[in-house]
Structure formats: C-alpha cells, structure tokens
C-alpha cells in the first residue's frame, strides 16, 4: 500500500498540481506541505479536510486517502495482523463446503514400514511425513481419537485436516491443546497467537465438532532450550514426540509409553480452557449472541445487513413463531438485544450486496433460522432497507457493502474491545447439524480483530458510504 505522502502526491500528478498551487488555494503553508510529501512532517488533520475539499477527490480516492492518513500512526504489527485476518477471511470465502465424500486415501507405504525400527527422525520433510502416517494410521479405527499439544497446523497441514474432515468424511476426533504466548506486554501483542488461531479456524469449521482445540498461557521461551521434544502427538498405537520447530521427532511404539501420554495428556486439559464450542440448539445459540453486545457499541460483519436496530417489540413479537420450545426465553433475549441495540452509541454493520438482496427477495435472516422465526413482509422488508439507509445517511449507524469475495456468506464475525470476539456460522452454512460459535477473549486477538472491523469503513474491503447508499437504492428500486 502506498504510503499517505506517496498517495497525495500521485493524486497531485493525476491533477497536475504543484507544491505552491496546492498549498495556496488550500491554505496549507508551502513549507509545511512539501516536508508532508517528503515524508518528514504529519499533517494536521483539519488541514487533511482542506487538501480533500479543494482536489475534489471522488469517494474512492478521499476513503484511500483517509485511509493512509490513519496507518501513519499505526504500528507495522497492526498492519501484518490486519492483513493476516484479510487472508484468512478470503481464503474462508473461497473454500468449497460442498464437495461431496470420496473414498479414503491409502498411503502406498505404513508406519511400520516407514519407520523401519527408527526412532529418531530428522528434517522437516520427514517429520510432517511421519505425523500424516501416525494420523492415518488412527484414521481407520471406528475409535479414532488424537490428542496432541502441537499438531502442525502450517498450509499443508491444514489442507490434509480439511480433506480428511469434508472430502473423506473421518470421523477422527482431534484434541488440541495449544499454547498461546503469555507475553501480552509486548507493544505490538502475540501475532503468533493470531497466526495460530487463523491456521486452526478453518478446521474447527468442517470439522462437524470432532476437532476440539484448547489453550493455555506460556512463555514459549524456555521448553525449546530445555527439552528436544517439548510437544507430542499419541494415538491409540503410537506417540509422536516432536521438537519445537517440527525440524526433529522421536516414535515412541511402547503401549505403555501410549498409555502414560494418554493419562499426561487429561491432566494437561484440566487448567486448559475451551477455545471453541460447537452448539446446534438455537436457545443457546441466541444466549452465545447476548453475550457480544455492550455499552460501547455493536460491531457486525455478516452476509445481511443488521437489522435489529429497527426491531421493536411489536415486530419481534409478530415474527417469533408460536409453539416453537422455549418461546418466552426466546422472546426475551431477543428483546433484550434489539433493546440495547437501539442505545448503544456506536453500530457498526458490514454486509454483502447478495446478502443484501437475499434478504429482500424471501425475507428470512441468516441469524434467525426460519423455524423460529417467519419472513418479514415485502412492506416490512423496504421500512427496515429504508430505515438503514436514514441511519447510514445521518451517520447514526456505519454501513458498508463489502467488495466481493472478501468475506464468508456463512459467517457472523462480532467483535467488543472488552469481552472479546464472536464467530457464528449461520443458516447459510452448508454443512448441516454442525453450527459453531467460537469465543475468544484472549486480550490481543481481541485487539486484532476489533481493530479489523473498525478499520473496514476506510479500507479497500468495502464500499463507500456513498457507494454503499447507491447500492441501497439501487436493491430498494429493484424490489419496488
């Protein structure tokens, strides 16, 4: 990305303007505007409005240059964390939840084989070859179960865990207990935390709840200089002893060396804590969503807008469906939830135009499953389009369309800078039976999450407040 003095400068070229016309019809002194182009001085922020008013710059160019305005006082980690979870959302958008199963890919050689009485295995290569082994070897068992602290969730691993989960169909249950840096002081936070949690999400998604990470707080510093194989992976036939950096592992074939990793392994998930919970029962559900709303605001990235601000009780009360089990429970959390959202100070919503049209086509809600609740009129559909529309316009409520393919149709991503970040997939999801909420408080990638919704209205992910409202009015005629 360009930087703010390299951006102003192209925009300047673009107009052909000199240093000297620019500073003199904007107000900005000469000496102050050539150290700004020369990267040497920060512009004031009041004089950014002059520059913007007086070059006429169209949405696009005014939101970029807002947008490299803000990243000068950022911190290159905030970037890099930013950009990881950009990468890991599109990579979600990206993934086909539809393949069908296929039959179960062999291995041409066996663990026994490969291993040939070695104990000792040197080289990435090797190692990663030798865990795959292991795994597949477990696969075939009716009782497959791994338990592991440092399953090497890298690119190819990650692809393997996919395919056995959505392709292969396995029904392996993964225990994962991960270690999370403890080292929270750090200026720039944990991005080997982030990293983690972006390598395993994928997983925990087409998993249908048979992958279960778990964490715990380390330094990360010590293990590695003071054990040659600080993790491990058992199976039901094997342990995998493995070095910090995956570069070496020790095979451990001894059934009582299994059962003794086994038994270490239930002492380890005692202090550890739960990073994922899987719920397919739409109360809990809805009790989960409670939980990331507070004082601060309402922070959303979803396929639909969000709606809920215009939810009055009447209109709540005349779309949850009777006789449905636990109505009045339902009921209440529901109101509960429309009602702060209509206090909250600050409501962020970002949707996709599909979504968008989605939702005025049928009238359902991806969060709401129709089984609880009916669709919303056509009348119904156009006063709540319309009411977003008013808000956004006032600058009551922050509303962007998202460019295509940048996030997930089936997701829900909530974010507070207190209590920490919510992931739901929603009634888009594909793979029925397996709705996942996912609950992270860990303090800096809480941070980093919070810190990528925010940033969304001035980055290139979405549209345009304005553009947004075009693509409003446009959905709205098409549906009158």
Not at 246 to 253: E, F, G, K, P
Not at 255 to 276: G, I, K, N, S
Not at 399 to 404: C, M, T
Request: some cysteine; overall charge negative; proline content about 5%.
């Amino acid at each position: 990305m360009l930087q703010f003095s390299e951006y102003l400068r192209e925009l300047m070229n673009a107009r052909k303007l000199t240093v000297s016309a620019l500073a003199r019809a904007s107000g900005v002194e000469r000496t102050q505007l050539s150290k700004v182009l020369a990267g040497q001085r920060v512009l004031p922020y009041h004089m950014l409005d002059q520059l913007i008013y007086y070059m006429q710059l169209d949405p696009r160019e005014e939101k970029r240059l807002r947008a490299r305005y803000d990243a000068q006082f950022e911190s290159a980690q905030t970037r890099r964390d930013r950009e990881r979870i950009d990468r890991m959302l599109r990579d979600l958008a990206r993934l086909d939840l539809d393949q069908r199963p296929v039959q179960q890919t062999r291995l041409l050689t066996d663990l026994e084989q490969y291993a040939a009485g070695r104990v000792i295995f040197t080289g990435q290569t090797n190692v990663m070859l030798l865990v795959r082994m292991a795994i597949v070897e477990e696969m075939v068992r009716p009782d497959a179960c791994v338990d592991t602290t440092a399953l090497p969730v890298g690119d190819s691993m990650q692809a393997d865990l996919i395919r056995w989960y959505m392709q292969e169909g396995t029904r392996m249950k993964i225990r994962h207990v991960l270690c999370f840096d403890a080292n929270t002081a750090q200026k720039d936070g944990s991005p080997g935390n982030l990293e983690l949690l972006c390598q395993i999400l994928p997983v925990c998604l087409v998993s249908r709840e048979r992958y279960i990470p778990y964490y715990y707080y380390d330094n990360m510093r010590g293990a590695q200089y003071t054990d040659p194989f600080p993790n491990f992976l058992v199976t039901h036939s094997c342990v995998v002893c493995l070095a910090e950096d995956m570069s070496s592992a020790m095979l451990l074939r001894d059934p009582e060396a299994v059962r003794f990793y086994r038994r270490h392994f239930e002492t380890m998930l005692d202090p550890a804590y739960e990073l994922v919970r899987y719920i397919d029962e739409p109360l809990q559900m809805l009790r989960t969503y409670q939980q990331w709303v507070n004082m601060d605001g309402m922070y959303v990235a979803m396929d639909q807008p969000c709606f809920g601000r215009f939810y009055s009780q009447e209109l709540t009360q005349a779309h949850l469906r009777h006789g449905v089990p636990g109505e009045e429970q339902l009921l209440e959390l529901a109101l509960n939830r429309f009602r702060h959202f209509r206090q909250v100070p600050r409501f962020y919503t970002f949707f996709s135009e599909a979504g968008l049209r989605r939702f005025m086509k049928d009238g359902t809600l991806d969060d709401y499953p129709v089984e609880l609740v009916s669709p919303f009129s056509v009348e119904e559909r156009r006063w709540l389009l319309e009411k977003l529309m008013g808000e956004i316009r006032s600058g009551e409520t922050t509303g962007r369309v998202f460019r295509e393919g940048v996030f997930p149709e089936y997701l829900s991503v909530v974010t507070t800078p207190q209590q920490g970040i919510g992931i739901f997939t929603t009634g888009q999801f594909p793979l029925n039976g397996s709705l996942c909420s996912i609950q992270i408080r860990e303090p800096n990638l809480t941070r980093a999450f919070h810190n990528w919704m925010t940033s969304l209205p001035g980055s290139n992910l979405t549209m345009t407040a304005q553009e947004t409202l075009e693509i409003m009015e446009r959905v709205l005629k098409d549906f009158t």
